[in-house]
C-alpha cells in the first residue's frame, strides 16, 4: 500500500504570533512541531503499513525549518520524507498551499491513500486536505474516525457527520482527513531517531516541479488576511445582597433589561 501523508509544521500551542502589518504568522523565535491532528494521520498510515505493507512517504511545504517536522515523522517509522520549499511560497493562503502540495503529490506517483489531520491548529480551517482532493479529482472523506482495509483493494472508513457516524467502503485512491480520536500517536523510538538524523530530506522548489511563481505565495493567493486584531473578552458583574428581595429581583431584571438578555 503506497501512503503519502501531508503535514504541517505549526508554533507550539500558545506560542502563536500574528505580524499585525501583514496578518501573517511570525514564526520567527517560536518553538514549532508537527500539527498535533497530523500525528493521527501518520500513525494511521503506520499501522496500515504494519498490518498489510507498503510505504509512508511523508510531505510538507514551508521554509528551510520545515526539516525539523519531517525527521520528526520519520523517527516515527515513516520511509521517505519530501519538502517543498521557496521563498516563492511565502504568505501562500490554502487555495495556493493546496495547489503546490497537488504538483508535489503528482510528481510523487505512483501512491494509493493520501492521508492528512482534519486541520491545523494555527489556521484551523479544514481546507488544505479537501482542496488537494479537487485538484487532484479523486474522492475526499473527512472527519474520519475509523479506517481499516477489509481486502486487498477496499477499505472500510467511518466518518462523523451531523446526525451520526456514517460508514463508506470505497477502493483507492482517495483522500482522508481523520480526527484526534481515531487513534493515539506513537512515540518516536531511540533507534528511530538516530535513523532519522542519517535519512535524506529530498526538498524540491516551485521550479523543479514546474510551477509558476504567480500561481502561488500571495499572487497565486486569492485570499489574505487584510487586518488583524486582539480582542479583550471582559465581564463585568454586579453582586446584589442585603436588601429586600424584591428589590434585588427589581434590580436583576434591570440589569438584564440594560444588556439585552432579558
Known amino acids: 500500500m503506497e501512503m503519502i501523508v501531508l503535514i504541517k509544521q505549526v508554533p507550539e500551542i500558545g506560542e502563536a504570533k500574528i505580524d ?117 479529482n479523486i474522492p475526499i472523506l473527512t472527519y474520519a474516525i475509523q479506517c481499516q482495509l477489509i481486502n486487498s483493494s477496499l477499505f472500510l472508513i467511518e466518518r462523523t457527520i451531523e446526525s451520526g457516524v456514517q460508514r463508506i467502503t470505497l477502493p483507492p485512491p482517495f483522500l482522508i482527513t481523520v480526527t484526534k480520536g481515531m487513534n493515539v500517536p506513537r512515540f518516536p523510538t531511540l533507534r528511530g531517531k538516530i535513523s532519522a538524523r542519517q535519512q535524506e530530506i529530498q526538498k524540491l522548489n516551485a521550479h523543479s516541479l514546474g510551477i509558476s511563481v504567480d500561481s502561488v505565495g500571495l499572487f497565486g493567493s486569492p485570499t489574505r488576511v487584510v487586518k488583524v486584531e486582539n480582542f479583550k473578552i471582559e465581564r463585568r458583574g454586579k453582586i446584589l445582597k442585603d436588601m429586600d428581595p424584591t428589590i434585588m429581583a427589581d434590580q436583576l431584571v434591570q440589569f438584564l433589561i440594560d444588556r439585552g438578555a432579558w
Open 20 to 136: 499585525p502589518q501583514t496578518g501573517t504568522l511570525n514564526r520567527k523565535g517560536i518553538p514549532l512541531t508537527i500539527n498535533p491532528i497530523d500525528l493521527n494521520a501518520i500513525e494511521l498510515a503506520l499501522q496500515i503499513k504494519e498490518e498489510h505493507g507498503g510505504k509512508v512517504r511523508v510531505i510538507t511545504m514551508g521554509p528551510e525549518s520545515a526539516e525539523k517536522a519531517l525527521r520528526e515523522a520519520l523517527a516515527l517509522g515513516c520511509d521517505e520524507a519530501f519538502l517543498l520549499t521557496g521563498q516563492e511560497f511565502a504568505a501562500s493562503d490554502t487555495y495556493a498551499t493546496a495547489y503546490a502540495l497537488t504538483q508535489l503529490v503528482t510528481f510523487l506517483k505512483p501512491w494509493e491513500i493520501i492521508i492528512t489531520g482534519e486541520k491545523a491548529i494555527d489556521g484551523d480551517t479544514g481546507q488544505v486536505g479537501p482542496a488537494v482532493a479537487s485538484f487532484l
